[in-house]
Every structure is written in structure tokens, then in C-alpha cells.
């Protein structure tokens, strides 16, 4: 098991920026991917960015260039600096961790979320 634990969210207002963090404990040993998702009430989750072991990283289009992911493999956490922040941008931050426990097979693990609430 994995558990996460996110930190960071809050409330800015537009053009501001926050940085959030998510840390990883339990069987942490095997995590690949890490990443971070959001969602809004009465929408899908969607994809924000994710980030593997190695450091490769991939963003939704919506925050490519304001968004930047990164990872430290030591300390087993993630973070995610949010700069000009925009009101669509409002969600819960929800951050998700992939734990190989086969060839080709991983199981996918949640944290809680964060509230990230930027206001015009």
C-alpha cells in the first residue's frame, strides 16, 4: 500500500502562484510514475502533469509553459509550482502515484486532494 499525503493549496488570486507537494509512505519502493490530476465538481478528473522515476514529464496542454513538475526520488514527494494562476484553474489537486507490483502492471494510488481556489 501507498499512501499520499498533499499539501499547498489554498486560496491566490488570478495571476498568482502556488506550489503544492504530495509525499509518498508505505511501499514506496516500486513507485514509477507520480503525478498530479484535478477535478471539478461535475466534471471527469483531468490529467494536469506526471512525472516518471527518471524525470520525464508530460502536462495537459491548458497549463504547458505555467505548470512545472518535479520529483524528489529521496525524500519520495512530488510538487507542483503553479504560476499564473487563472480562475479556470480552480479544483481540487489530486495527486496519484503508480506502484509496479508486475511486469506490465501497476497499481494506481490516490491521495485525498488540495483546494485550489483562484478568484479574478
Known amino acids: 500500500q501507498v499512501q499520499l499525503v498533499e499539501s499547498g493549496g489554498g486560496l491566490v488570486q488570478a495571476g498568482e502562484s502556488l506550489r503544492l507537494s504530495c509525499t509518498a509512505s508505505g511501499s514506496i519502493f516500486s513507485i514509477a510514475l507520480m503525478g498530479w490530476y484535478r477535478q471539478v465538481p461535475g466534471k471527469q478528473r483531468e490529467l494536469v502533469a506526471t512525472?516518471?522515476?527518471?524525470?520525464?514529464?508530460n502536462y495537459a496542454d491548458s497549463v504547458k509553459g505555467r505548470f512545472t513538475i518535479s520529483r524528489d526520488n529521496a525524500k519520495n514527494t512530488v510538487y507542483l509550482q503553479m504560476n499564473s494562476l487563472k480562475p479556470e484553474d480552480t479544483a481540487v489537486y489530486v495527486c496519484a502515484a503508480d506502484r509496479v507490483v508486475a511486469i506490465s502492471r501497476t497499481d494506481r494510488y490516490w491521495g485525498q486532494g488540495t483546494q485550489v481556489t483562484v478568484s479574478s
Open positions: 512525472i516518471t522515476r527518471r524525470g520525464s514529464t
